[in-house]
T-cell receptor, first 111, second 110 residues
Framework: KQEVTQIPAALSVPEGENLVLNCSFT??????LQWFRQDPGKGLTSLLL?????REQTSGRLNASLDKSSGRSTLYIAASQPGDSATYLC??????????FGTGTRLKVLA | EAQVTQNPRYLITVTGKKLTVTCSQN?????MSWYRQDPGLGLRQIYY???????DKGDVPEGYKVSRKEKRNFPLILESPSPNQTSLYFC?????????FGPGTRLTVT
């Protein structure tokens, strides 16, 4: 049974720092991995999608990597800003198109 | 604009009173699903639908029903809500391998 773990559960950093969020999964037979952002009281916003054949994806200050063989993904946020404060979720999908989510990392960027 | 809408956004109800949470998408996606989010448990899939009239159970289907009579709509039905169904509910679609989530419905059952 696929399990997704995110470490740390919470993170507080000063503005301007580069940071890394970690995601690990137990079954390497994934179709893709997606990083989401969740703001309080709002839905999930897709940040980056990595297909199983890809190693990384970049969007602006965000870079996500995928090492399928070791069951790991990282989300790198460069030059963090207070507006980056949110909960970040990673999710993997298999051929059934079901998302298996981690429990998230709650990020707070201090001004 | 690609959108998944849910209604209502907030609902407080009593045990046993049937309710429906609506979900609608404007992307013509075939795949739709419902998740619930609980502290410490993350998001878990309730039901999903691969197309009109095709639905199947997810990981936590007990106490829920769904229907898919039209491609754009996928309502979640709680026939007899109980307090353990108090949660934050998300509707989602999948298109081009990317997931799109609604804004969530916060349900409280007393």
């Amino acid at each position: 049974k696929q399990e997704v773990t995110q470490i740390p559960a919470a993170l507080s950093v000063p503005e301007g720092e580069n940071l890394v969020l970690n995601c690990s999964f137990t079954d390497s037979a994934i179709y893709n991995l997606q990083w989401f952002r969740q703001d309080p009281g709002k839905g999930l916003t897709s940040l980056l999608l990595i297909q199983s054949s890809q190693r990384e994806q970049t969007s602006g200050r965000l870079n996500a990597s995928l090492d399928k063989s070791s069951g790991r993904s990282t989300l790198y946020i460069a030059a963090s800003q207070p507006g980056d404060s949110a909960t970040y979720l990673c999710a993997v999908t298999s051929g059934t198109y079901k998302y298996i989510f981690g429990t998230g990392t709650r990020l707070k960027v201090l001004a | 604009e690609a959108q998944v809408t849910q209604n209502p956004r907030y609902l407080i109800t009593v045990t046993g009173k049937k309710l429906t949470v609506t979900c609608s998408q404007n992307m013509n996606h075939e795949y739709m699903s419902w998740y619930r989010q609980d502290p410490g448990l993350g998001l878990r899939q309730i039901y999903y639908s691969m197309n009109v009239e095709v639905t199947d159970k997810g990981d936590v289907p007990e106490g829920y029903k769904v229907s898919r009579k039209e491609k754009r709509n996928f309502p979640l039905i709680l026939e007899s809500p109980s307090p353990n169904q108090t949660s934050l509910y998300f509707c989602a679609t999948l298109g081009g391998d990317r997931g799109y989530f609604g804004p969530g419905t916060r349900l409280t059952v007393t």
